[in-house]
């Protein structure tokens, strides 16, 4: 019987370049596949593209055998949900219409076999980067993305994929784990505990896997990246671990 949820985030397909996006995509294929049989939800987590904009007519190209599995584990009674990360928060209504997939916009609180989840894809939550949560809400805005679907596909996309291509994933360092009390997720988490209980906080974002305790009940779950980690985190109704695919 299906009984596991699957989390799992940070692909950055299209990057760096077309040869090694398909090459993790395929990766990416051979994992979802893996876990067919045992899934009952997939939680895909924000940037799962390095860049998406859907436009009416006309979304970008690429990415097809990605969309067909998620597609057929839809048929299959799967439930899979597509949450808006920092370089794909213009999905509009496309995997839903086309794939089955439920969108989430922001957080999602969920409970499973008694367990309570906060789950977020980790962007402009917590102290600090307050030019980015400036710039979140201007790309989020209805307004500025009917503004920025104007723009011929071309053009437009042209421009997102340079914009991509400066990302933080393409030009800093290794990202280093520096303890709990500076990892401004977790910091965010310890606030929310405050006022509510969770046994568990999913992020992704970060792009550094984390499995942390920040108390004796509750556990901090990053989700990490599949350029470097291949990193995913699975429920099976009593715990939530961090795992990783074709990794030694």
């Known amino acids: 019987m299906k009984k596991n949820i699957y989390f799992a985030s940070d692909f950055h397909l ?30 895909l987590m924000g940037d799962i593209f390095d860049f998406w904009f859907e436009y009416h007519t ?21 439930k ?3 949450f ?10 496309y995997f839903t219409e086309e794939l ?19 789950l977020h894809h980790g962007d402009g939550l917590g102290p600090g980067d307050a030019k980015y949560k400036m710039l979140r809400k201007i790309f989020r805005n209805p307004v500025c993305q009917w503004l920025f679907g104007l723009i011929p596909p071309r053009i437009g996309l042209g421009i997102a994929n340079w914009w ?13 784990f520096e303890g709990v009390e500076k990892e401004w997720l977790a910091i965010y988490a310890k606030e929310i505990l405050q006022k ?13 896997p984390l499995d942390l305790h920040i108390t004796d009940k509750t556990k901090y779950v ?27």
């Open 84 to 93: 808006k990360g920092n370089h794909d928060m213009w999905v509009n209504t």
């Open 58 to 78: 006309v979304v970008p190209k690429g990415f097809v055998r990605l969309q067909g599995k998620l597609a057929a584990m839809t048929d299959a009674g799967i």
């Open 14 to 43: 299209g990057s760096p370049n077309h040869k090694e996006s398909r090459k993790r995509e395929d990766c990416i294929l051979r994992w979802l596949t893996s876990i067919e049989s045992s899934c009952s939800e997939l939680f």
């Open 80 to 82: 899979v949900y597509f």
């Open 196 to 208: 509510e209980h969770f046994d568990y906080f999913v992020f992704g974002h970060r792009h550094l």
């Open 222 to 248: 990053n989700l990490g990246e599949w350029i470097n980690f291949n990193s995913y985190a699975v429920f099976d109704g009593n715990d939530l671990s961090l795992n990783y695919f074709e990794k030694d």
């Open 100 to 118: 089955g997939i439920e969108i989430v916009s922001d957080e999602l609180i969920m409970e499973r076999e008694g367990k309570r989840f906060f």
């Open 164 to 176: 991509s291509g400066n990302s933080r994933l393409a030009n800093t360092a290794e990202e280093v």
